[in-house]
């Protein structure tokens, strides 16, 4: 099982920017999906974003649209979510997670998270 690892949260002031790093061991991430996700204290985990196996597809959720980008560079087995302008309401636990089809289909790999805290 490829095991992924999530990296770069840490405390951001508001406007500023983060990013954060999914990195695979263990196997490729190349054939992959791998979504982002967040869940803040008392709320349920949300989608934020994800990106097709070869990064010729992206797509976000509204609340950090134009916002944050997802790259990836298959080369690394790492898969990148860039946060600007960030929020106090971004403060969350984000986790990558990794699936076989962009479209639809069950995340089945997930990372162990990262703090990232957002100060007004």
């Known amino acids: 099982q490829v095991q992924l690892v999530e990296s770069g949260g840490g405390l951001v002031q508001a406007g500023g920017s983060l990013r954060l790093s999914c990195t695979a061991s263990?196997?490729?991430?190349?054939?992959?999906?791998v979504g982002w996700f967040r869940q803040a204290p008392g709320k349920e985990r949300e989608f934020v974003g994800r990106?097709?196996?070869?990064?010729?597809?992206?797509n976000y959720a509204d609340s950090v649209k134009g916002r944050f980008t997802i790259s990836r560079d298959n080369a690394k087995n790492t898969v990148y979510l860039q946060m600007n302008s960030l929020k106090p309401e971004d403060t969350a636990v984000y986790y990558c997670?990794?699936?076989?089809?962009?479209?639809?289909?069950?995340?089945?790999?997930w990372g162990q998270g990262t703090q990232v805290t957002v100060s007004s």
């Open positions: 990106i097709s196996a070869t990064g010729g597809h992206t």
């Open positions: 263990g196997g490729t991430l190349t054939i992959n999906t």
């Open positions: 997670a990794a699936r076989r089809a962009y479209l639809s289909g069950t995340y089945d790999n």
